[in-house]
């Protein structure tokens, strides 16, 4: 698969994890994640309280202090709903890629006003596993917005639901980051990286979706598979 990049960040080459950040943690906090392997961080902005302006302050704070690139979210909430175009267009100039669900009605406003950043088209299924043509459509689907990487989570139900799920990702055409969700499916968030997903996602303070891992056990068991993780090229 082709290499890409988020900021300084090489995905393709070797496995990669991203801390999900929804809170203002201390700057010490954020370089402890970095010195255990964290490589990229992705700012959850809609789970911040504060007013954006805050936000884009703190996360140019991590920036400059820690250096990981930053992946900008904003999904819809009761704060998000009515201006989540108005937040995009604060923290764009902020992050060095953003992640915006295939469905929004805005994403095609935001994936024009993010040129030049990298763009994680998402899909997020909390009820089931597409079949594999249903997986494929989300990928064509992404591909026409315009997005650099696809992004799918699907809830697994069973082992079949994992084995397709890592199916689709070794004959995936486009980069992509995929995994299962729920308890079925949390190996998969360690085992899609042998198939192809460019990285994984782990949560610092509080899990995010069914089955994710903290980011310190997601390390430990990424050391234990992938004697290559950690290395910087």
Do not use: W
């Amino acid at each position: 698969m082709t290499n890409i990049l988020i900021g300084s960040c090489k995905l393709g080459a070797i496995p990669r994890v991203a801390a999900i950040i929804d809170s203002f943690l201390p700057i010490e906090k954020i370089m402890e994640l970095k010195s255990i392997g964290t490589d990229l961080l992705e700012i959850r902005v809609d789970c911040f309280e504060e007013s954006i302006d805050k936000v884009c302050g703190y996360m140019v704070n991590v920036k400059r202090n820690c250096g990981l690139p930053l992946i900008g979210t904003i999904r819809e909430n009761e704060r998000t709903k009515s201006n989540r175009i108005d937040l995009f267009a604060k923290i764009i100039p902020v992050v060095d890629s953003i992640d915006v669900e295939i469905d929004a009605a805005i994403a095609p406003q935001v994936i024009d006003m993010a040129a030049g950043k990298t763009i994680i088209v998402s899909e997020h299924n909390y009820n089931f596993t597409p079949d594999m043509d249903g997986l494929i459509d989300i990928v064509e689907r992404a591909a026409v917005l315009g997005g650099h990487i696809v992004k799918i989570a699907a809830m697994a139900h069973n082992r079949a639901d994992v084995i397709r799920m890592l199916q689709f990702i070794n004959g995936c055409k486009m980069p992509v980051v995929a995994f299962s969700m729920g308890e079925s499916g949390s190996i998969s968030r360690v085992m899609s990286m042998l198939f192809g997903s460019l990285y994984s996602y782990g949560f610092v303070t509080n899990a995010n979706a069914p089955g994710q891992l903290g980011i310190e056990k997601l390390v430990e068991e990424m050391r234990l598979y992938f004697p290559e993780f950690g290395k910087s090229s």
